[in-house]
């Protein structure tokens, strides 16, 4: 009979596996008189427990509020990003990733009349930083910008201090600075091997620091003139800024420079990222400019005027070449001069164009005007009869001519031929019934010929002179000005007087700029220049004759100025000369002014030497020469032949 356990209900039995059968004597107990054991029950198998799970309900809800709350919370963050915050977000996206850079313009060239480069550029680079890759997180080193200055500065010619500025901006999160600017090629060159090498070197040295790791380079250009000190008045510079500083550089900066591009790309660790695209505004090209200047005719001209003032020891000096017929200049020497290429070693001094920024007393070739007032005043003819004393009293003076001399009986002619002070007040003296009117007449005539204003040029600094009206000439001026004491002038309005004369007595306004050459390359030339009669052709051509007198004959001041098989037309002048320094007179302005051939006039030159010192200061001894070396050059290289007509021969003196 199966026993059935009190502590379990009744469960139906499962037949198990059979069990192997057990010794008999296994469940007895040991001695004599045991009782037989009792048979076993059948084993029975354990019962598999069973586990009751709770509801999944509950803990689904859970879950998904979980979920609901991460959700809620993210979409509450899309939309602060994209909508309430997003232009914020967006700049900063874009200032992290997107960098701009100027592509610079190429400037354009300035060449000679015949197209010879004066002024052009040359391929360049500018070097800048990303100061944010030079932060102690970045370089893993405090001293970054010091380190990376230490060896840019002795490369860039820069002081260390002033790069470590560069290199750590007040503002942390700039990320562009320019440390140089127009470096040429070899410059960058260095840097960048530099560069290759510390990053070569960190790779497999850990505790080596890439300080350059930062620096990049800016394609640009740079401005060059492979003449050197030809010319540089007038062309002037470009500055560290790629704008003109002076000269034509400055006068037609717009035009040369061109339209600067622009070009924005994707970056990543300062460098650009090919694959992100990039947006570019190409840059314009500048024009080109074409002078009027002939490159050789310059260079003689600037030759001779360095050699008389070095020989002279004077302060500067100043020729021009004028083309009578078109108002051309074709050439425009200072000296002393300055090269361009390395302002650095120029005399602030030198800079600019002193032939047309000084305002100087021009002394005795100024007395043309007065003669062709007189002329065609009707005042006189050149054989009016002159007695010219020793001294002369007018007004609060007592004047004399530049050498004392018995009573001189002068034509009108040798009073020009002689360059007399005395004779010259005399008869711009019959230009009016009183002193006044005739003060009035000559100052009407001198503002024709261009004196008191700009000649035209329109060039930075060049001044107009000085020219008072009639009413406020002090008593000393109304027989000073005839001479050319008590007026100022710059040397291009005194070269344009004489080439008045010789283009018949028209003043055409002196012009520098032929035209330009845009990125097309199609020339555009300049302005036609305004045309004004100042005096009639009949008294250009006496005034032509009157100034031969002056060169050819015996008793002139301008002999050492002849041109053998050339008439030369031409006037000394010698005056008083003040000094900028003190305002008081100190030295002397020595010029000389002439056009040939006299009698079919195509070139004018002009020169004039400021305080000569050592050797003689007179106009005829110091720039007649000059103009003799200068005029002979000019009529060769623009092969001018001699006319071969005989001169007038006009005399001098009369026999009382």
Not at 184 to 201: C, E, N, R
Request: aromatic fraction near 6%.
């Amino acid at each position: 009979m199966t026993e059935v356990s009190d502590r379990e209900p009744p469960r139906r039995r499962v037949p198990g596996p059979a069990r192997p059968a057990r010794p008999a004597s296994a469940g007895r107990r040991p001695g004599p008189g045991a009782r037989p054991a009792r048979r076993p029950a059948a084993a029975r198998p354990a019962a598999p427990r069973v586990i009751r799970l709770g509801s999944p309900r509950p803990r689904l809800r859970l879950v998904g509020l979980a979920l609901a709350l991460v959700l809620i919370a993210f979409v509450v963050r899309l939309l602060q990003v994209q909508a309430v915050d997003a232009s914020t977000y967006a700049a900063k996206a874009e200032q992290n990733r997107y960098v701009g850079q100027i592509l610079a313009a190429e400037r354009g060239e300035i060449t000679d009349r015949s197209g010879v480069a004066l002024a052009s550029s040359e391929d360049a680079y500018d070097i800048t930083a990303d100061p944010t890759m030079f932060a102690p997180a970045e370089l893993k080193t405090g001293d970054g910008p010091e380190q990376a200055a230490a060896l840019l500065a002795p490369i860039l010619g820069q002081e260390q201090s002033a790069l470590v500025k560069k290199l750590r901006p007040r503002n942390a999160g700039a990320r562009y600075a320019k440390l140089a600017g127009r470096q040429t090629p070899q410059v960058w060159k260095q840097i960048k091997d530099l560069k290759s090498a510390l990053a070569t070197k960190a790779e497999s040295d850990p505790a080596t620091v890439n300080v350059l790791a930062g620096v990049f380079s800016v394609p640009s250009s740079k401005r060059v003139y492979p003449n050197g000190e030809l010319a540089a008045g007038i062309l002037g510079w470009v500055n560290s800024e790629g704008k003109g500083g002076g000269g034509v550089e400055q006068q037609l900066n717009t035009a040369l420079a061109g339209k600067d591009g622009k070009i924005r790309y994707a970056q990543s660790g300062g460098r650009q990222v090919p694959t992100a695209g990039s947006t570019e505004t190409p840059a314009v090209p500048g024009s080109d400019v074409e002078l009027t200047i002939d490159r050789d005719i310059q260079w003689a001209a600037q030759n001779a005027i360095t050699e008389q003032v070095k020989e002279s020891k004077a302060d500067r000096g100043y020729v021009i070449v004028q083309d009578t017929r078109t108002g051309e200049i074709l050439a425009l020497a200072n000296s002393p001069g300055f090269d361009p290429n390395d302002l650095s070693r120029a005399n602030p001094d030198a800079l600019g164009n002193a032939a047309l920024q000084d305002a100087y007393e021009p002394g005795s070739t100024a007395k043309v005007m007065s003669m062709a007032a007189v002329l065609e005043e009707n005042a006189a003819t050149p054989l009016t009869h002159v007695t010219v004393p020793n001294r002369l009293h007018r007004g609060d003076r007592l004047f004399q001519d530049d050498i004392d001399h018995e009573t001189w009986y002068l034509t009108l002619n040798g009073v020009l031929a002689k360059s007399s002070n005395i004779g010259t007040i005399l008869a711009t003296g019959q230009l009016g019934r009183t002193q006044a009117q005739a003060n009035q007449t000559l100052y009407s005539y001198l503002r024709k010929f261009g004196i008191g204003s700009h000649t035209g040029l329109g060039f930075p600094g060049e001044t107009k002179g000085i020219l008072a009206a009639p009413g406020d000439w002090s008593t000393s001026q109304q027989y000073t000005i005839p001479f050319g004491q008590g007026v100022s002038i710059n040397a291009l309005q005194a070269a344009s007087v004489y080439s008045t004369i010789a283009n018949g007595g028209v003043r055409v306004e002196p012009t520098l700029v032929r035209g330009t050459k845009g990125p097309d390359g199609r020339f555009t030339p300049a302005e036609a220049p305004q045309k004004t009669r100042v005096v009639s052709a009949k008294t250009a051509r006496t005034l032509a004759q009157m100034l031969e007198s002056v060169v050819d004959d015996r008793e002139g001041t301008g002999t050492k100025a002849r041109i053998p098989g050339y008439r030369v037309a031409g006037k000394t002048g010698t005056a008083n000369r003040v000094d900028p320094a003190t305002g008081k007179y100190r030295g002397y302005t020595s010029s000389f002014a002439g056009f040939a051939p006299a009698d079919n006039p195509r070139v004018t030159v002009y020169c004039a030497i400021q305080n000569a010192t050592d050797g003689g200061y007179f106009g005829g001894q110091i720039c007649g020469p000059i103009f003799k070396k200068v005029m002979e050059f000019s009529l060769k290289t623009l092969q001018i032949p001699p006319t071969g007509a005989k001169p007038a021969n006009l005399p001098v003196f009369f026999a009382p």
